[in-house]
């Protein structure tokens, strides 16, 4: 069966594990997954059977694809202009008309081109069953509509869900340990000059790039700048990995209420039941005061032995012992048996999925190609220090110059090198060129913007839904 594989596909494209169960759970009813699946009663009348009608689409014999008002493949495309737009994607890919990546990344382009109120609705649904009716009413449109369908779809999404949450699909620690191995080094600034780099106007005044950037999100109850700032690092950590997601995960609560000390921190954890007394990676440590007490520091845990637990943490020192505001981003070791630690709070994986906006949040993908930078007013375009609008400037990259791409942030910024610099830019402002058919005169490269002019052309010429 293909679920993992149509699981990680779509999670890469829709980063919210509702809305991707919602989508899996409808293109299972529709059908079971299999990119080859003829419409049950067209079998019959057509006396073909799956393979034989997609032998016959990819070889010509058959012929009537596209008005034969059958379903077909994941989503039983069956309207005459959707069909026709997924037979000439096929044949663009020069693969056959079954094949499931083409399958999914038609399914993807479709959503996002010609069903954008769905698309959206899968991006930022909060709930299994918001995802899922709004596939079933507005994209598939079944002739069942009743509740009782819309529930039966729902339940499909919902042991999709399980059994991936389960697996850890989409909810991996390793993206924000990965994210905190990047910032070991950090040191705090003197004032609000350089905050972006990890080591100038290094100070003993707890300015830093954590609180500035949650601090533009209002995401505490009040400013947090120039305060001690270990609790403010393993948020920012997670914000990064997962989004406004980060709040639901570290069981804090809305703004006007969320404190942002360790204290505060460890007591969310508590009133949810998570405080343990095992570490696993990914939980959040927390530490007594040298007299016991009470929370004076925390950190990320990243790695556990038999006998000691290393951390990444903020507003510490190097070295064996526990140190609080100690100004600098440190990877530390503890044995298990240390009576200064007060717990482990593990986050809730399961549910990191957001209804709102995600800036800065989405899962990274690596990434290695060029891409043309672009914009509309002609101006140069900022290459910053981190995917902020609010971070340094490395520098100002020329419309028309290429940069290439080494990491796919998120849906809104990308990772790119440029002339010595390395960076992050808009990805608004970069056109991915790629390569096309090959050709006897060699690779023939288009850009995302030139096949999205041919797929309009295709639509303007087939006519739409």
């Known amino acids: 069966m293909n679920e993992k594989y149509i699981w990680n596909y779509l999670f890469r494209k829709i980063k919210n594990p509702y809305g991707v169960a919602g989508l899996m759970g409808n293109l299972y009813a529709e059908s079971g997954l299999r990119p080859t699946d003829l419409e049950g009663k067209y079998e019959k009348r057509l006396g073909l059977t799956d393979t034989e009608y997609t032998s016959g689409v990819d070889n010509g014999t058959y012929t009537a694809f596209v008005h034969d008002s059958a379903g077909y493949g994941l989503a039983q495309w069956t309207y005459w202009s959707r069909k026709a737009a997924l037979l000439n994607f096929a044949v663009e890919k020069g693969v056959s008309i079954g094949d499931l990546d083409m399958q999914l990344e038609f399914l993807a382009m479709e959503l996002q081109k010609d069903f954008k109120t769905v698309w959206n609705t899968l991006l930022f649904a909060s709930s299994i069953r918001e995802a899922s009716d709004a596939v079933m009413l507005k994209y598939e449109k079944p002739a069942n509509q009743s509740e009782e369908n819309q529930e039966r779809r729902a ?181 298990l048996s240390n009576k200064r630690i007060a717990g482990y709070g593990r986050p809730d994986w399961a549910t990191a999925s957001d209804s709102g906006d995600q800036k800065g949040g989405e899962s990274s993908m690596s990434a290695d190609y060029s891409a043309k930078v672009y914009a509309a007013n002609e101006k140069p375009v900022n290459l910053r220090a981190s995917a902020s609008t609010n971070s340094k400037v490395l520098c100002k990259v020329p419309v028309g110059e ?18 010595g610099y390395t960076g992050y830019m808009m990805r608004q402002y970069l056109l991915e060129e790629e390569p096309a058919a090959n050709t006897s005169s060699g690779t023939v490269t288009v850009s995302r913007a030139e096949l999205q002019e041919i797929y309009d052309r295709i639509g303007r010429i087939l006519g739409k839904e």
Not at 198 to 209: D, L
Not at 402 to 419: F, P
């Open 402 to 419: 290429y940069v290439n791409v080494v990491e796919e942030t998120n849906d809104t910024w990308a990772r790119c090198a440029y002339e």
């Open 155 to 335: 339940f499909f999404g919902q042991k999709y869900l399980r059994f991936f949450v389960e697996e850890g699909y989409g909810m991996d620690p390793q993206k924000v340990i990965g994210i905190a191995s990047g910032e070991v080094g950090y040191l705090e600034k003197n004032n609000n000059s350089q905050l972006d780099d990890k080591t100038a106007n290094a100070g003993i005044n707890n300015y830093t790039k954590y609180a500035r950037d949650l601090d533009a999100l209002s995401w505490f109850n009040g400013k947090k700048q120039g305060f001690a700032w270990c609790a403010v690092f393993v948020t920012w950590c997670f914000y990064q990995a997962y989004g406004n997601a980060a709040r639901a995960m570290l069981f804090q609560p809305e703004k006007d209420n969320c404190a942002a000390g360790c204290g505060s921190a460890r007591g969310y954890f508590n009133k949810q039941g998570r405080l343990f007394n095992t570490p696993e990676p990914g939980d959040q440590i927390f530490f007594w005061s040298s007299d016991m007490s009470k929370i004076s520091h925390t950190g990320l845990v990243i790695d556990v032995d038999n006998s000691c637990v290393n951390t990444i943490e903020g507003n510490t020192s190097d070295g064996t012992s526990i140190i609080a505001n100690g100004g600098a981003v440190c990877q530390k070791r503890y044995d």
